[in-house]
């Protein structure tokens, strides 16, 4: 294997080589190269690629997090402690707890965690709250295992995980109860889509859930009581009744992950790691996914101790309800993740619908404290800054100079920032400032002209940075009302006659034009140049702040390249699939070869770059639609399918097929706001998701149809971009936009890219 040299690739390599034995045994392998796959690096080495949970939201490949609270109001008056932990510190003697108590801070009170040994008087740590008063001191801690507790002067004594005081039960109870609720409600929604709805409860003790009997038979614990009881409370309802989750037995919806000796007594499990003798619902849950997936398997609420680590995601869990108290030892992201992933239904497809795709975290928190917490965890293990703007958060906006595409790139990104700055809406290290609301009346970011183009693109480059993008408190997603009698009206009847024709597609080109056009952008590619290296000599000083640096020499030094040459051809033909001959005579005709045997790698990958773009290009330009005999979309679909808004992008409207506009950007919301003031506007249609045009680049959704009354009838199709420009870009987006305009031709329908609702004709 070692005379192979192989490429090793480790998944989850933070559990893999994060010892020095384990590192020693991937480099005995003499692998080639090395490749690590995880969210959670703990030794990031070169990083090749970066897919941070930012970025994997705006994608859209991730769950929309939505956080609903339970938390105790008013409840602070009695004396309330909590044991979090007992135990001895690395080398100690003596054994040390950790109390959660109430505190007196700020003029308010709020829940704090100290560590104590022995004699900490609970009434000076609250900062002489009252109600710690009657002789709450630490007497002594025990550390013995398995009776680990707490005594105090007054003579109380709590075990580890014990407390008193508060309202947790009722927390607890009531988080149980919204999260079988909110459960009901999400399988009501999938209702006829092949979806199987999961629920997860997180929980810090496995007796709260199971505990067994003298005789070693299991019992429900309180969580279980608890969870029965609510879900027999709700089923009956009339809403729910006739799902077909209550004609299943209450016994096998709900079970729980725990590792299991033979003997039937309970382990808890550590972080979620399985034993040999975990049981059947491990097996179902790690082992047979396919099987828990099934809308035959009855299992549908799962109980777990820990935040099960890596390999313990499901798809399909649309809630999580954190009954652990552990904050500390067991991380909201990592709970958070068992539940991201974009749902499968039962032909094993994933599901891209975003009113569907919502993971709901009922927390036993606020929901400020929850997406503080959240936060603090994504800056700290993913660079994830949250609220900060950094300098070169617009470099990679792209601008069209007449015909020419033009990144906005580092310079220019900083004036746009440094010019934020100075109209208020970043303070100087880039943090959003309240100035900066987009849907106030009159809002304006004041940016000089040659960047007013950009307006948009930075508007959603700067609400791409606001925590409340990507988490938000718990609302019930509205339904919007489908208005029967607009489809009524013989004016929309024709609109929707001359839009509703489905169409397919052919593709012409020549191979001469690919030729001439390949040459033409081969020929004006930028040069490829040898490899450099960077010498530099740095003189060191030692001074009291420390050893700093001082540059006294720098060079770069060209390494021209001496090796075996690849095979151009062959590599050019797997990349593009263009014949031998047709790539033997681009190259031969570009006079660019020399570029090839200076850096051979760098040359093949921009001649593939190039060929694949130019023969994009020629597809899109060369398309030709028809119409589809007899295949058309059906009115129908607007009231068969549903379509759920939130506050933060419904808007509501008159003069709509529905009674409100799902919109995807604050251009697509001015846009909207603006049709509804207009008297020459009768009606406009957010068209739906469903509504799709098919192109060599994948399925495209245009945003609106509109009827315009004036002097005439004018029956239009729009989509809304921040640049008129947008069609000229080289993006797929821009190709499938050029595509749409092609299939309107054939319709004869007005269709027109447009920036705002003045552009209309």
Known sequence: MQATRPIVIIDEPQSVDSTDKAQDAIRALNPLCTLRYSATHKNPYNLVYNLDPIR???????????????????????????????????????????????????????????????????????????????????????????????????????????????????????????????????????????????????????????????????????????????????????RYRSLPTAALSLELLHNGYFAQDTHGHLKESREGRSTASDDDVFNLIMRDKERLLSLDEPLRFIFSHSALR???????????????????????????????????????????????????VVANESYDDFARSLQTEYEEDCGVTFGKVPKLAFSKLVTMDGEVERPVGREQSEVIW?????RGFLDQAGKILPKFNPQAP?????????????????IETLQSYEMERHVKPDEEGKKLRFKKEVTLDPEFQELWSRIKPKTTFSVEYSTEDLVSRSVKALKEMEPIKPAKVRYTETQAELGRGGIEGTVIRERNETVGYSGPLPDIVAYLQNET??????????????GRMQDFFDNPQKFMEAIAGIL????????????????????????????????????????????????AVVYDSEIER??????????????FVKLPGWFQIETPIGKYNPDWAILKHDDTVLYLVRETKSTKNFEKLRNSEAEKIRCGRRHFETLAVDFDVVVTASELP
């Open 56 to 238: 994997a939201y705006e994608l859209r490949l991730v769950k929309q997090i939505v956080v609903a609270s339970a938390t105790a109001g008013d409840a602070m008056n009695g004396a309330f402690v909590k044991v979090t932990n007992v135990g001895y510190a690395p080398g100690g003697k003596k054994p040390f707890a950790q109390l959660a108590i109430h505190i007196q801070s700020g003029g308010v009170v709020k829940e704090k965690v100290f560590k104590v040994k022995g004699s900490e008087d609970l009434h000076l740590l609250s900062n002489e709250r009252a109600c710690y008063q009657d002789n709450w001191v630490v007497d002594y801690v025990d550390a013995t295992p398995g009776a680990e507790h707490v005594a105090f002067t007054n003579g109380r004594a709590l075990n580890l995980g014990q407390e008193i005081g508060g309202m947790r039960d009722d927390v607890w109870r009531v988080q149980i109860e919204n999260t079988v609720r909110k459960h009901l409600e999400k399988e009501i929604q999938v209702q006829g889509k092949g979806l199987k709805v999961l629920t997860l409860f997180f929980i810090d003790k496995v007796a709260n859930y199971r505990a067994y009997d003298e005789d070693g038979k299991p019992t429900p614990g309180k969580f279980a009581v608890e969870f029965e009881a609510a879900f027999r409370k709700l089923i009956v309802q009339d």
């Open 310 to 360: 890596e390999g313990w995601d499901n798809p399909n869990v649309f809630q999580i309800c954190t009954l652990n108290e552990t904050r500390s030892a067991t991380k909201k992201r990592q709970e958070i993740g068992r539940g991201l992933r974009l749902p499968v239904n039962q032909n094993g497809e994933r599901v891209f619908d975003e009113n569907i795709n919502k993971l709901l």
């Open 418 to 422: 440094k010019g934020l700055i100075e």
């Open 442 to 458: 009159g809002f304006d970011l004041g940016l000089p002209t040659e960047h007013a183009e950009s307006k948009s693109d930075i």
């Open 577 to 590: 699939e263009l014949t031998r001959a047709t790539l033997v005579r681009i190259l031969t005709e570009t």
């Open 612 to 659: 694949n773009r130019e023969l994009h290009r020629l597809m899109i330009d060369g398309i030709k639609y028809e119409r589809l005999g007899g295949e058309e979309w059906s009115m129908r679909l607007f009231e068969e399918e549903e379509i759920v808004g939130y506050l933060n992008n419904r808007l509501e409207v008159e003069k709509s097929v529905y009674d």
């Open 670 to 683: 001015q846009f909207a706001a603006k049709l509804d003031k207009r008297e020459d506007i009768k009606l």
